[in-house]
């Protein structure tokens, strides 16, 4: 009998979360047997790598990392499977996925999929497609404006954003 090697390509990215690096990640598939391409979302080419042709897609990441492949994808004919890393893992709970990669890459079954629409949005910006929701308004303009790079202060952040008052 004549194994088929599934060919999947990873996306990860090493810096959300904290349950599982690269090295845990790769390990899993290849138990598994999945033939492994890496992409890094913080230092690889990511739309150059997914117009290349793969059997599965993996997402690895928090729901940022998700929608920013997600949104991307030229062929959406392609299977997504998501190993939730982030800190809110709102997209894969609200998908029903949960587990160590070890668990999830052990269920990943071709014959098991089910549809995720991605919406699009258009204003006098252009458009933009997104995943798990959509703002306008000033709570967007919040949100924006949040300094990113201390992601783990939370709320505070939006502490900081100045303020419009009548006064």
Known sequence: MLLVTMRATLFHNPSAGHKADKDDILAAMKLADFDIRYVSVKQDDVEKTLEKKTDLIVVAGGDGTITEILT?????????????LGTANNIARSLGVAGTPQELVETWKLDNVRPLDVG????????????EGFGVGLFAEFLR????????????????????SDG
């Not at 991307?72 to 939730?84: G, N």
């Not at 699009?120 to 995943?131: E, L, N, P």
């Not at 990113?148 to 303020?163: H, I, S, T």
């Open 120 to 131: 699009m949005v258009k204003g006098s910006w252009g458009s933009s497609r997104f995943v």
């Open 145 to 164: 404006a949040a300094d990113k790079r201390e992601k783990g202060k939370g709320a505070d952040n939006l502490r900081k954003v100045p303020c419009w």
């Open 72 to 84: 991307k994808l030229p062929d959406r004919s392609t299977p997504v499977a998501v190993l939730p």
